[in-house]
């Protein structure tokens, strides 16, 4: 064998590994593809399941807690329960409420702001538990209401302060100890948050009038005002 035809055999041989070591890629991507699809697929949709749907601020959903006249203006509200500035909110609208609700359907989500307020997630959950009995509503007012003192208190006497207002519903206690840790009512709490920053929610109170943010009011009558002038559009 010369020279030339020694050189022509290497070039072979190489070849040949080369269209080895590739058919062996190709089989090891195929084998991949087949076993981490299914897998990604599975994922995915476990993702989409366990996130639960999300609702924009004209959207009413079945576990939005509404209350006024189902035909009127959508007021939208997110809020955390800690947040001093949802406090002087929940005031402004519950001094405005008799001369709106006749045409105003309210709707509270929550967008609790965990990492400066400590109990906001707590006192969702307490209220979520006391809609579970019927009750968000006047558990959302003794949240408001009482926020300056349950603010200042440590986890464990926060969530007695909490059990306390329970109890004060008539509401069963053991029940809402059971209903805070649910996964549908975590998962609830945390759609509304979701929903909330999808619609541009970057801080607590927001407000969405038949689905447009709105500037804060600052006054009770700045709440009526809103109303009025959506309701006459």
């Given at each position: 064998?010369?020279?030339?035809?020694?050189?022509?055999?290497?070039?072979?041989?190489?070849?040949r590994?080369?269209?080895?070591?590739?058919?062996?890629?190709?089989?090891?991507?195929?084998?991949?593809?087949?076993?981490?699809?299914?897998?990604?697929?599975?994922?995915?949709?476990?993702?989409?399941?366990g996130?639960?749907?999300?609702?924009?601020?004209?959207?009413?959903?079945?576990?939005?807690?509404?209350?006024?006249?189902?035909?009127?203006?959508?007021?939208?509200v997110?809020?955390?329960?800690?947040?001093?500035?949802?406090?002087?909110?929940?005031?402004?609208?519950?001094?405005?409420?008799?001369?709106?609700?006749d045409?105003?359907?309210?709707v509270?989500?929550?967008?609790?702001?965990?990492?400066?307020?400590?109990?906001?997630?707590?006192?969702?959950?307490?209220a979520?538990?006391?809609?579970?009995?019927?009750?968000?509503?006047?558990?959302?007012?003794?949240?408001?209401?009482?926020?300056?003192?349950?603010?200042?208190?440590?986890?464990?006497?926060?969530?007695?302060e909490?059990?306390?207002?329970?109890?004060?519903?008539?509401?069963d206690?053991e029940?809402?100890?059971?209903?805070?840790?649910?996964e549908?009512?975590i998962?609830?709490?945390?759609?509304?948050?979701?929903?909330?920053?999808?619609?541009?929610?970057?801080?607590?109170?927001?407000?969405f009038?038949?689905?447009?943010l709105?500037p804060?009011?600052?006054?009770?009558?700045?709440v009526?005002?809103?109303?009025?002038?959506?309701?006459?559009?």
């Amino acid at each position: 064998m010369n020279k030339r035809e020694e050189q022509k055999k290497i070039r072979e041989q190489k070849q040949r590994e080369a269209e080895q070591r590739s058919a062996r890629q190709k089989l090891v991507a195929k084998v991949a593809m087949f076993v981490l699809t299914p897998l990604v697929i599975i994922v995915v949709l476990y993702a989409m399941m366990g996130q639960g749907e999300v609702y924009s601020p004209i959207e009413i959903a079945e576990v939005d807690h509404v209350r006024g006249n189902p035909e009127g203006v959508k007021l939208v509200v997110y809020a955390d329960f800690q947040c001093p500035a949802c406090a002087t909110e929940y005031m402004l609208v519950a001094q405005a409420w008799n001369s709106i609700s006749d045409r105003t359907q309210m709707v509270y989500r929550h967008y609790p702001l965990t990492a400066t307020h400590p109990h906001a997630w707590t006192a969702a959950t307490y209220a979520e538990a006391a809609g579970r009995q019927g009750k968000f509503w006047e558990m959302y007012d003794l949240l408001f209401i009482n926020q300056a003192y349950w603010s200042t208190l440590g986890d464990t006497a926060v969530r007695a302060e909490f059990e306390g207002y329970i109890e004060q519903l008539d509401l069963d206690v053991e029940q809402a100890r059971v209903d805070i840790r649910a996964e549908d009512l975590i998962q609830k709490i945390r759609n509304d948050q979701r929903s909330g920053t999808r619609s541009g929610v970057r801080g607590t109170p927001t407000l969405f009038v038949d689905g447009r943010l709105v500037p804060t009011p600052r006054t009770s009558a700045e709440v009526v005002a809103l109303i009025n002038e959506a309701a006459a559009s």
